[in-house]
């Protein structure tokens, strides 16, 4: 059974860059039918996703966010991981990770990480 | 930017009851694209809905999606005590490829 465990710092100094990764078990990253993606929750409020990359590379980011993310991904250690820059308070959230099941029909997120708390603070 | 609006934000009823949360969008969305998310406090969201009406795997059938166009609706036959939670709704789209939450129901005990 395929299972996500987000690892990474809980604690990152405002200006500084937050990096988190992503470690798959149970199953391969390299599979064509999965992308890899980024969700992140504050303390209280709704659910925002971050970005998604597929085992290639090809990595596609929010808007929002686009400026300040990188995700990659590494085969060999079927992990895949985002980098976050010049973070404030305003990124203080817990940040999942999670399994995208893409089909000719279908995009959603079927298997997440349990998450890890990121608090942005001095 | 395909908006998201879920309501009533609140929803407040017995187990045993119907409940029925909507999700509407600020524009078409495609069906296929559609889908429902289960979250409990301190647990990380599980898919229950995807394209607007197919339960995810071992999800029990009191779980219903429908809908399509601008208007979504998950239903719940008959809320279990399990199932007190907030619900999401998520929508994929292509154009550019991105994902995008509603604000979120939640479903509390009266």
């Known amino acids: 059974q395929l299972q996500l465990q987000e690892s990474g710092p809980g604690l990152v100094k405002p200006s500084e860059t937050l990096s988190l990764t992503c470690t798959v078990s149970?199953?391969?990253?390299?599979?064509?039918?999965?992308?890899w993606g980024w969700i992140r929750q504050p303390p209280g409020k709704g659910l925002e996703w971050i970005g998604s990359i597929y085992y290639s590379g090809s990595a596609y980011y929010n808007p929002s966010l686009k400026s300040r993310v990188t995700i990659s991904v590494d085969t060999s250690k079927n992990q895949f991981s985002l980098k976050l820059r010049s973070v404030t308070a305003a990124d203080t959230a817990v940040y999942y990770c999670?399994?995208?099941?893409?089909?000719?029909?279908?995009?959603?997120?079927?298997?997440w990480g349990k998450g890890t708390t990121v608090t942005v603070s001095s | 930017e395909i908006v998201l609006t879920q309501s009533p934000g609140t929803l407040s009823l017995s187990p045993g009851e119907r409940a029925t949360l909507s999700c509407r969008a600020s524009?078409?969305?495609?069906?296929?694209?559609l889908a429902w998310y289960q979250q409990k406090p301190g647990q990380a969201p599980r898919l229950l809905i995807y394209?607007?009406?197919s339960r995810a795997t071992g999800i029990p059938d009191r779980f219903s999606g429908s809908g399509s166009g601008t208007d979504f609706t998950l239903t719940i036959s008959r809320l279990e005590p399990e199932d007190f939670a907030v619900y999401y709704c998520q929508q994929y789209g292509s154009s550019p490829p991105r994902f995008t939450f509603g604000p979120g129901t939640k479903v509390d005990i009266k």
């Open positions: 394209g607007a009406s």
């Open positions: 524009q078409s969305v495609s069906s296929s694209y």
């Open positions: 999670a399994k995208i099941h893409i089909t000719m029909i279908y995009d959603y997120m079927d298997v």
């Open positions: 149970g199953g391969s990253i390299s599979s064509s039918s999965y992308y």
